[in-house]
């Protein structure tokens, strides 16, 4: 029982459940992935099979970090126990299981994986064919929240009831056509795809006794069908676990339902609930700061975080003139941080919008501060996208999204009309130059799939910077060129990650994840660098000391007409409050340029809900001063004048 050591009372309660349905309510920062890989690993030590565990999160990181743990434990504990659970995000568990059975449901096994950009180019195209008038953007989203829904294209046309969702269905009918013509499945398609596969009554069962024991962590981010997906792999013995907390659901517009766990015990009878209170990150000041702004909330399950941590410093709160002011502000602040011993990585600055960082970039550039603006994802830069090109498209023929981005890079006088007449005619359709280098393209990719059905993985991809021309034409060129040479190095390095696997497989997998990557999952803890990025994007992370810009009505609380959600960006701030370990700094502007105007404002109202013992304001750099008596943040204004 070595592996229940050295948790608390509440989570050596939840470890130690193992058969039958449980909740687990997770405060932040209380030990959540400590106390379920703990569990997984209690599982196993009770003589269940460590391939019957599958655990299910949102992330990469999160998944690789949960593995990592587990694997960890195991070794510990049970040194010649064989397997381990099945450790995934829902989306590559879905690749998984649609790589696996999708043929039953005709879904090739060698399947594309659209994203964004994809979706988009098609959804343009398809709108500049219909003449249609709609955003290619807002079809998308309407798609995608269908989708999520568990809704497909004949139940979302069977439903439409204006003309703009008529003119969405329509488009959409095309959509599909256009990515089943390329063996291909966007990011929403792997989750409704994988909905329909277990209605199959054979597949499910084979499921079912696969898995005999299945956890599902962040369930507050769940959408309706990922909760279906769940529901049917735990079937009729229910041994479920879930792990949420209501007060960190920041992605109802991506359709997560709250209703998921609030209706946990009525959907899985017998559950138990234990909730994890004892908050293991922060200080008492950030910690009752933090649950001061939540306790607001009513949509919510009772909890109150507490701390064993020391009372800590108190919260540093600046008013700044503008935008400018603001960004100098927090660049000085941090300069001050690394002075007094704080590693750069240790250090976020968050903000509600992406267009904030304009602003702190070219401040923290004055002042020759490091920092990385996380959301530029390695696997989104053009020349890895390249090398991907090539391999899915000796994969699978029928992407012709890759054909052509992997017939111009680098440019190989193929264009476009050629390969309209290829797709359409094959090579007979083409004129004898162009029909020699078609067949020298083709040969390429040929030789390309004879390594990935052979080679290592990262030797498959060194073989196509190599023989695709890309490293003689990137090696003679400029710094630039040689910077980008440099990084699809890296990827043939990351490559050797998945060397274990066979050829093939590792193959798909680095695809798969390249696929879905999200922002979290280009964090790396381990660049010495300040992190620069949305609150949305800081869930699931934690530093030393945190920056929450922007704390200005309008902005946070956004305020974006009847649909916002004054309870979920009370819930945004919460869990970017509680980010922080050691030390929090809250600012505001009272002017600030958005979208091309200068708009002026008041303090956010959550400002209001600290208490002021709790606060102390920075007037180093700021421009408002408090009035006598203790009130809130906003009666730190005389009058109206002062923010005119």
Not at 176 to 202: M, N, Q, S, V
Not at 460 to 467: A, C, L, S, W, Y
Request: hydrophobic fraction near 40%; proline fraction near 3%; charged fraction near 30%.
């Amino acid at each position: 029982m070595e592996h229940l050591k050295g948790l608390n009372q509440a989570q050596k309660q939840a470890a130690s459940h193992v058969d039958g349905p449980l909740l687990i309510v997770a405060g932040a920062g209380a030990g959540k992935t400590k106390t379920i890989t703990h569990r997984m690993v209690h599982a196993v030590c009770q003589g269940i099979p460590a391939s019957s565990i599958l655990g299910v999160t949102f992330t990469n990181k999160a998944a690789g970090e949960m593995r990592e743990r587990v694997r960890a434990l195991l070794s510990q504990e049970r040194p010649d126990e064989w397997g381990e659970p099945t450790i995934a995000t829902f989306h590559s568990l879905a690749v998984r299981l649609l790589r696996e059975f999708g043929e039953r449901i005709g879904v090739p096994r060698g399947f594309a994986i659209w994203d964004r950009d994809d979706s988009m180019k098609s959804l343009k195209a398809i709108q500049k064919d219909l003449g249609g008038d709609i955003e290619p953007r807002k079809i998308l989203s309407a798609i995608s929240a269908a989708k999520s829904e568990g809704k497909d294209q004949k139940a979302y046309a069977a439903s439409a009831s204006s003309y703009m969702e008529r003119a969405i269905a329509r488009s959409w009918e095309k959509y599909e056509a256009d990515a089943r013509a390329h063996d291909a499945l966007d990011f929403d398609d792997l989750l409704l795809k994988t909905g329909e596969l277990l209605r199959d009554p054979d597949i499910i069962a084979r499921l079912q006794e696969r898995y005999s024991h299945v956890t599902i962590d962040e369930y507050q981010d769940t959408n309706a069908i990922q909760y279906e997906i769940a529901r049917l792999i735990a079937g009729p013995r229910m041994n479920i676990c879930a792990v949420g907390d209501l007060d960190q659901c920041i992605y109802t517009w991506r359709q997560a339902k709250l209703e998921n766990l609030l209706s946990f015990e009525k959907s899985f009878p017998g559950t138990l609930v234990v909730t994890l209170e004892q908050n293991y990150r922060s200080t008492q000041t950030i910690l009752a700061a933090a649950n001061a702004i939540i306790e607001k909330n009513t949509n919510r399950l009772p909890k109150r975080l507490y701390t064993e941590n020391g009372t800590g410093e108190a919260i540093t709160l600046a008013g700044l003139a503008d935008e400018l002011d603001e960004a100098r502000y927090i660049a000085s602040s941090v300069r001050e941080l690394l002075a007094s011993g704080t590693p750069a990585q240790e250090i976020a600055v968050l903000f509600r919008e992406n267009f904030q960082s304009r602003a702190l970039e070219e401040a923290f550039i004055r002042q020759n501060l490091p920092y990385r603006v996380l959301g530029v994802r390695f696997f989104e830069r053009a020349e890895i996208k390249d090398v991907l090109s090539y391999l899915r498209a000796a994969l699978n023929r029928k992407s012709t999204i890759d054909i052509v981005r992997a017939a111009g890079a680098p440019p190989r006088g193929i264009g476009k009309i050629s390969l309209d007449k290829w797709r359409e005619g094959g090579l007979d359709g083409l004129s004898g130059t162009a029909q020699a280098k078609m067949r020298t393209f083709l040969s390429l990719l040929d030789r390309i799939k004879a390594s990935i059905e052979t080679a290592l993985p990262s030797e498959t991809i060194r073989f196509v910077i190599g023989e695709s021309g890309m490293r003689m034409k990137l090696a003679g060129g400029d710094a630039e060129d040689r910077e980008r040479l440099a990084n699809m190095e890296e990827l043939a390095s990351l490559g050797v990650s998945y060397d274990a696997m066979p050829p093939r497989e590792g193959i798909e997998r680095l695809l798969e994840e390249a696929a879905l990557m999200s922002d979290q999952d280009s964090y790396d803890a381990g660049e010495g660098a300040v992190s620069l990025m949305t609150v949305h994007a800081a869930k699931g992370l934690e530093f030393e000391a945190i920056f929450v810009t922007g704390m200005e009505q309008g902005l946070f609380p956004a305020m974006r007409g009847d649909d916002r959600d004054p309870e979920e960006e009370r819930r945004l701030f919460y869990v970017a409050m509680t980010r922080a370990k050691k030390k929090l700094y809250l600012t505001y502007a009272r002017s600030r340029l958005k979208y091309g105007s200068r708009e002026y404002g008041l303090p956010s109202e959550f400002l209001d809900d600290i208490d002021r013992r709790l606060i102390e304001e920075d007037l180093a750099f700021g421009v408002s001063r408090p009035r006598g008596g203790g009130g809130g943040i906003l009666d730190m204004y005389e009058d109206e004048d002062t923010i005119r």
